[in-house]
């Protein structure tokens, strides 16, 4: 279903794909590896995360990533205060407004952000998190920029050979005081552990 974002989010599908095809770890600052095998990569403002999975299906991991249910969500991202519903365009695309806690002396952050996921082929799917303008801002809360692409392709076609690689993109800015470097060093410590966080609660949430 078209929507007047569309748009806005194929260009930047568009540009992840072109990245995910043509992907050379030469072309980025390798940052770390942490113990799941989650390899970190930095590029200007950028991110990007190749993290492999046993025993879950691409869609599933995908999913759960997209899933809007708000209790959900906050069992895998702790960074998360709040999340509401603003619209749901389709079954696989929404707007959400979420509000992420403070953390030290750094004020709260929030985004109004589309969300939408599709398969790509058989074994591929990707979720598209990006953020929207001209929304209403909320009192003493600051307003952040976030690109968010990912994409799982898997192998195998059983719970037991099945293995998923996942290859996760962000754009972030947080605005305020803190500089590029000081949020690609926190991103790049946090966002592995969070894909984890995720993988773990997929797996609960399969029971």
Known sequence: MLDKYSGEVKIIEDGFMKLYKNFKTEDWKFFNEDEFGSKVYKRNSSILIKKPIRNLFAEEITYQFWNIDK?????????????????????STAILHVIFKSVLFVSKRDIVMYSKIKQIDDNTWIVINHSLKNFKETKDIVRISLDVVMLVKQKGSTRDDVECEMFYYGDVNL????????????CGHK????LENLCKSTRLSLG
């Open 175 to 186: 605005k305020g005081w803190l500089s590029d470097d000081i949020v690609k060093y926190q």
């Open 71 to 91: 209790k959900f969500k906050m069992s895998w991202d702790e960074s998360i205060e709040d999340i509401k519903l603003i619209k749901m365009i389709d079954d």
């Open 191 to 194: 966002w592995p552990q969070v």
